[in-house]
């Protein structure tokens, strides 16, 4: 039986949008939310996507919150889809979108929320953590570590030769070729490049679209020289093409352009000390995530007090290709979290 999951259309959430106050510039959030009908939740849910996705990233996992009795919110993150998608790449620092998350709480009333993240959406559940430590009761992340903030600064280009040659395609992604390649194509532009990262390999060799160490060949834009991904449906890609018509790529790549201000920024977290995760946590890996791999995670217990290890035999997209495995990890860190006679009670 396939695993349950939202359609585009789907009725069991309803689609909101919330304007941030001034001090947030004013700044536009769609979100989805889903909510309990038969009785009172046990607590709420945020759900924070990566790249490049959406809200609807979380199809899989938001049916299974929702039989758990949890309320879940899911934005669609700056740059994204429905929600604003300003210019200028210092909003997309993880400073920025935490004051930005808090204040969407804030605004919505939830004073307390469990946080879960894949991909990017990973690294800011970590920093909600640091920032408003008082919002989170819990977090969990799919394939995104924790890393404290760095000390040092050292640029993206010294990091890749010399630390991290997985992290390569971030210096495509934050330059402009790509992004103008894409555009330039439209929306069969915006198609082949979601297909490229949603797992398509090349017709004629068989070979990945892309790579973490060199990104996606451009020439690989030019015809009909892309596969199909194997992980969404037809109707399912054609959403994210649409939703990434409405403001194009910029924004979204605008999350690799923040290298340096968040080395600046954080600067104040590691004056005060606080570096360490002290909320219940729980890091599902991937086994064949080229972008970030297991091996990533392997120094979390020295910054995370109360760490939950969980892996999956899956590519980056483990949320969307293992579901199942994904939300029982989810649910059973959740069990520990709220009580596991508290959860099987309100089912």
Not at 306 to 322: D, F, T
Request: charged share 20%.
């Amino acid at each position: 039986m396939a695993p349950d999951k939202l359609t585009p259309t789907d009725p069991r959430v309803t689609h909101h949008t919330i304007q941030l106050p001034p001090s947030r510039n004013s700044r536009t959030y769609h979100y989805l939310l889903a909510s309990p009908s038969s009785s009172p939740p046990l607590g709420t849910v945020l759900l924070i996507h990566g790249f490049p996705d959406l809200s609807f990233g979380w199809r899989y996992q938001i049916p299974h919150l929702l039989s758990l009795n949890l309320r879940v919110i899911i934005p669609d993150m700056l740059g994204y889809g429905r929600s604003s998608s300003p210019s200028n790449s210092s909003f997309y620092s993880f400073k920025s979108i935490c004051d930005d998350l808090a204040s969407l709480l804030t605004v919505i009333n939830e004073p307390q929320v469990i946080i879960g993240g894949h991909d990017w959406g990973g690294a800011v559940v970590w920093r909600m953590c640091l920032w408003y430590p008082s919002v989170i009761k819990a977090v969990f992340s799919v394939c995104t570590p924790y890393t404290p903030p760095n000390p040092q600064f050292m640029d993206k280009k010294t990091i890749v030769e010399h630390v991290l040659p997985n992290f390569g395609y971030q210096l495509q992604f934050e330059a402009l070729d790509l992004e103008n390649k894409i555009m330039s194509q439209g929306r069969d532009g915006i198609r082949k490049f979601l297909s490229c990262l949603y797992g398509a390999k090349v017709k004629e060799t068989g070979k990945s679209a892309m790579t973490g160490e060199k990104g996606i060949e451009l020439e690989l834009f030019d015809g009909e020289q892309i596969g199909k991904s194997p992980l969404v449906s037809d109707e399912e890609l054609e959403f994210y093409v649409s939703e990434y018509e409405r403001n194009g790529i910029h924004g979204p790549l605008n999350w690799y352009r923040t290298w340096e201000v968040n080395f600046q920024e954080e600067r104040e977290l590691i004056n005060e000390g606080r570096l360490k995760i002290s909320q219940p946590a729980l890091i599902v890996t991937a086994s064949r995530d080229i972008a970030l791999p297991p091996a990533m995670a392997a120094g979390m217990d020295k910054w995370v007090e109360r760490l939950m290890r969980r892996g999956v035999e899956a590519s980056h997209w483990a949320i969307w290709e293992k579901p199942e495995e994904v939300n029982g990890y989810i649910e059973e860190f959740l069990k520990e979290v709220l009580g596991e006679k508290k959860v099987k009670a309100s089912i």
